[in-house]
C-alpha cells in the first residue's frame, strides 16, 4: 500500500494488475476500508487484464482524517433534512468524487472505469458526473439517487447501520460487524462465520474511526437528491443491484438506472447489501464486459 497527496489531502491506495492495463477504480462504501474489496474479488478483474486501484476514502482507514470537523449530530441532521430545512456537514460527496478524481490525477491516469459500492456507488455516479473526461465508464453496484420517495431500508437494516459499539471493546466491535454483515448480506449467499468474524478483526486493528462514519454519513445526508447530477453522465453505466438488499432496496438502482441516460441494469437475485464470494465472478465478468464494451 501507499500514500499521495491527491486533492490536497492525503490518501491511502493500493494497486493490483499490469501497469499498461486499463484501469479499474474501486471506491468503497460508508465507514468501509479499501480492505472491503476482497483481493479474492479484484483477482477476478486483473486475471482479465485490468490494472485495478482500490483507496479509503476520507476520514476512513489510513486516509487523511478530519477531526476538527467534530462529530455531526446525524439524527439531527436526517430530521431537519426530513423537513425541508438547510443543513451542512464538514464536507459532501462532491468532494469525495474530488478526492477519487484527485487520486486518478496523481497517479498519472488520464481515463479509468469507474466503480463503486453503495456510498461509494453514489461517489462513483458525481466522478462520471463531473468528471466525465476522467471516466471511461461507470458502474454503481448496490446504490441510489437521494430520491426521497424511493423505499427506505428496512428497520433492522438501519438499525445495525446507526447502532456503534464502544471505541474500545475490540470483541464488541467485531459482534457489532458480523451481526450487521449478517443483517444486511445476502440471503441466498450467508458468508461463514469465520471469514466474518477474521475480516472484522483485520479491519478494526487497521484503523477503528467511528467519527469518520459520522461524517461520512453526514456528506450522504447533505448531498440529498442526485437525480438530476446524474441526468448528465454521459459514460456508457451499468447499475448492479441484488433483489434482496435490505439497506438499499432495488428501486435504488432502479431508479439510478432510469435517471443514467442508456444505462444497463442488473438485478441479482439473491444478493442483498455485499458482495458475497458466490457472486464474484458473475459480478466481474458484469463490470470487465461492460468496460471492454465501452473501450479505453
Known amino acids: 500500500m501507499a500514500n499521495l497527496k491527491a486533492n490536497s489531502i492525503s490518501i491511502e491506495y493500493e494497486e493490483f494488475g499490469p501497469e499498461d492495463g486499463p484501469v479499474i477504480l474501486l471506491i468503497m462504501g ?35 482524517k478530519f477531526d476538527v470537523a467534530g462529530v455531526p449530530q446525524i439524527a439531527q441532521m436526517m430530521a431537519d433534512a426530513a423537513q425541508g430545512k438547510k443543513i451542512s456537514a464538514p464536507y459532501s460527496l462532491d468532494d469525495m468524487a474530488d478526492d477519487a478524481a484527485g487520486l486518478l490525477a496523481a497517479l498519472g491516469i488520464g481515463r479509468a472505469h469507474i466503480v463503486g459500492a453503495s456510498m461509494g456507488g453514489m461517489i ?4 462520471a ?13 448496490m446504490s441510489s439517487t437521494g430520491n426521497p420517495d424511493l423505499p427506505p431500508a428496512k428497520p433492522e437494516a438501519m438499525a445495525v447501520l446507526m447502532t456503534r459499539p464502544p471505541t474500545n471493546d475490540l470483541q464488541a466491535i467485531i459482534d457489532s460487524s458480523v451481526k450487521a454483515s449478517r443483517v444486511i448480506g445476502s440471503p ?19 484503523s477503528n474511526y ?13 448531498c440529498g437528491d442526485r437525480r438530476s447530477e446524474l441526468k448528465k453522465i454521459t459514460a456508457p453505466t ?9 439497506l438499499v432496496p432495488v428501486q ?25 464470494v458466490e457472486l464474484y465472478r458473475q459480478i466481474a465478468d458484469a463490470i470487465t464486459g461492460h468496460a471492454s464494451s465501452a473501450g479505453s
Open 252 to 276: 435504488g438502482g432502479r431508479d439510478t438506472a432510469a435517471n443514467i441516460k442508456g444505462a444497463q441494469l442488473l438485478e441479482i437475485p439473491g444478493m442483498g447489501h455485499d458482495l458475497p
Open 30 to 64: 460508508l465507514g468501509a476500508q479499501l480492505t472491503r474489496w476482497p483481493v479474492e474479488f479484484i483477482a477476478n478483474l486483473t486475471e482479465r487484464g485490468y490494472r485495478v486501484t482500490r483507496h479509503d476514502n476520507r476520514d476512513v482507514g489510513l486516509s487523511q
Open 210 to 222: 467511528p467519527a469518520g462514519f459520522a461524517r461520512q454519513m453526514a456528506a450522504v445526508v447533505v
Open 124 to 127: 462513483a455516479q458525481l466522478v
Open 129 to 141: 458526473a463531473h468528471h466525465p473526461d476522467q471516466t471511461i465508464s461507470l458502474t454503481s453496484i
Open 238 to 246: 451499468l447499475v448492479i443491484h441484488g433483489l434482496d438488499d435490505p
Open 188 to 206: 441466498a449467499y450467508p458468508a461463514d462465520e469465520k471469514t466474518l468474524r477474521a475480516n472484522a478483526e483485520r479491519d478494526v486493528k487497521r
